[in-house]
């Protein structure tokens, strides 16, 4: 089948698209950069990316679509973003409608609760917009879902592996019930065709749990004793700024996710497993599951490389483009001999656990301050040890443009900055000799921008020689 995918290069959409590829089916999918999605070699034939913007009007699609996947939710820290989403699935559908597109399939979010937080009430509108579309819909909802990668495992995790004692406010013991990534993307693949035509169906593991008990088992896999105190009182701001302090995640994402863990997340209708004879994973599965990824280094994907997970705006090319006028700069050339891929590695390694080559101490200062003015810090990381693709989150960057074929790795920071930055790395060859250039780019907003930049000047004539010698140093050592 043709198919067509709105978020690939999200959480799920990374990991459907490549279930479906070897499937046998061709995929269209919808990206706003090039390059952003990876597809196996000897799947190429089986894959077109297709570059747009749901918040513009979508390029002509292909005619021939048999399925069209929504995977997008914005999670933007943003007053209008529920009107955001209305515009973006509004673009899907009229673009869906010019095909001969036979569903449509949207993942959503259990709704089974009086009190919904704004942004369930936001997905059931989306959901609302794709039936009144004509084309035959399939929905979805799913609460909270595991994997290595996901927001809900990668905040567990972070909690039980910081915290020996936990001061947790009444939602922790709200139910719900998990589902693995495993069993969503099986699900997604299953309920293609007619016989789940106009249906929706809630989707969630074997275990009714509250997120106490969640807390409680991912413990017990990883050997760790593990107390939790319940005080009622905490309020949900108190609650979000709790999330915000330990995890790594941004604080409207924790405002998020508290606002929907005020509710439970339990599924009321079973008839998918009628349909269906799959067994689930247990909640226990599923982190096990999810750890066994992590230690053989085969995450797929990660919340955090989600662009909506990060406030980045949605025009990702215009960032691509380095601007000139109007900026500061700091650049430095490294020459070496040597074979250039092995310095290349070292670029494609930078940042998470490798560090910043040198100068760890005074990033680490950077990523506090980061954090205390409400940004993500150094803590997000990056999925991938070794590879980087453009839309990945490698601590508080964001990456552009990753071109081993041109050896340029250029990011843009997602930092609290009083104006705009980017980093770019790029090697040049000139026969046996070869130069490192490194240049940091600065674009600030008004006079305080400015004396941002040259507050921190002293702290750069240290940071930046360091860190290209010192990926050289390590490339050849």
């Known amino acids: 089948m043709d198919i067509f995918i709105a978020g690939t290069t999200g959480y799920i959409g990374k990991r459907l698209m490549p279930y479906l590829l070897e499937k046998g089916h061709h995929i269209f999918a919808l990206s706003r950069g090039a390059g952003r999605t990876e597809v196996p070699p000897h799947q190429v034939n089986n894959f077109t990316e297709i570059q747009g913007d749901l918040l513009e009007c979508l390029p002509p699609l292909p005619n021939n679509i048999d399925i069209a996947y929504y995977l997008v939710h914005s999670m933007k820290d943003s007053s209008d973003f529920a009107e955001l989403e209305a515009k973006a699935a509004t673009n899907f559908v009229t673009a869906l409608k010019k095909t001969k597109a036979k569903q449509i399939i949207f993942m959503s979010g259990i709704a089974n609760e009086q009190n919904m937080s704004v942004h369930i009430q936001s997905r059931l509108h989306v959901e609302e917009l794709f039936k009144k579309s004509g084309i035959p819909t399939t929905i979805l909802r799913a609460g909270i879902v595991i994997g290595s990668g996901s927001a809900s495992f990668e905040i567990i995790r972070d909690l039980v592996e910081k915290l020996p004692i936990m001061v947790a406010p009444k939602w922790v013991l709200n139910r719900c019930q998990p589902i693995a990534i495993y069993d969503v993307i099986y699900y997604l693949s299953a309920v293609s065709g007619p016989k789940c035509y106009n249906q929706t169906f809630d989707i969630g593991g074997p275990d009714i749990l509250t997120y106490r008990d969640m807390l409680l088992i991912l413990a017990k896999v990883r050997g760790l004793k593990r107390w939790i105190i319940n005080i009622p009182f905490l309020s949900p701001r108190l609650s979000s700024y709790w999330l915000y302090l330990v995890t790594a995640t941004n604080f409207f994402l924790a405002r998020t996710l508290v606002d929907n863990l005020a509710n439970n997340f339990i599924c009321k209708d079973q008839r998918i497993q009628e349909i269906f004879s799959h067994k689930c994973l247990s909640y226990q599965e599923s982190i096990e599951r999810a750890f066994e990824k992590i230690a053989e280094n085969t995450v797929v994907?990660?919340?955090?490389?989600?662009?909506?997970?990060?406030?980045f705006k949605p025009d990702f090319n215009h960032y691509m483009q380095v601007?000139?006028?109007?900026?500061?700069?700091?650049?430095?050339?490294?020459?070496?001999?040597?074979?250039?891929?092995?310095?290349?590695?070292?670029?494609?390694?930078?940042?998470?656990?490798?560090?910043?080559?040198?100068?760890?101490?005074?990033?680490?200062?950077?990523?506090?301050?980061?954090?205390?003015?409400?940004?993500?810090?150094?803590?997000?990381?990056?999925?991938?040890?070794?590879?980087?693709?453009?839309?990945?989150?490698?601590?508080?960057?964001?990456?552009?443009?990753?071109?081993?074929?041109?050896?340029?790795?250029?990011?843009?920071?997602?930092?609290?900055?009083?104006?705009?930055?980017?980093?770019?790395?790029?090697?040049?060859?000139?026969?046996?000799?070869?130069?490192?250039?490194?240049?940091?780019?600065?674009?600030?907003?008004?006079?305080?921008?400015?004396?941002?930049?040259?507050?921190?000047?002293?702290?750069?004539?240290?940071?930046?020689?360091?860190?290209?010698?010192?990926?050289?140093?390590?490339?050849?050592?």
């Not at 994907?301 to 406030?311: F, I, P, V, Y």
């Not at 990381?381 to 990753?402: E, H, M, S």
Request: aromatic share 14%; glycine share 12%; charged share 25%.
């Open 301 to 311: 994907s990660g919340w955090r490389d989600a662009l909506s997970a990060s406030g």
């Open 323 to 477: 601007p000139k006028e109007g900026c500061l700069f700091d650049h430095h050339s490294f020459k070496f001999t040597g074979d250039p891929q092995k310095v290349l590695e070292r670029i494609w390694s930078i940042g998470g656990k490798t560090g910043w080559y040198g100068t760890d101490p005074l990033w680490n200062i950077r990523g506090l301050i980061d954090r205390a003015l409400g940004g993500s810090g150094l803590r997000r990381g990056r999925t991938r040890t070794n590879q980087i693709l453009p839309g990945d989150a490698i601590d508080f960057w964001r990456v552009l443009v990753a071109d081993k074929s041109k050896q340029r790795l250029l990011l843009y920071a997602e930092m609290k900055l009083p104006g705009e930055a980017w980093l770019e790395f790029r090697i040049e060859s000139y026969g046996n000799n070869h130069e490192l250039h490194q240049t940091a780019t600065f674009r600030p907003k008004g006079v305080f921008g400015r004396l941002y930049w040259y507050i921190l000047l002293p702290f750069h004539k240290i940071i930046f020689p360091q860190m290209g010698k010192n990926m050289i140093k390590r490339a050849f050592s």
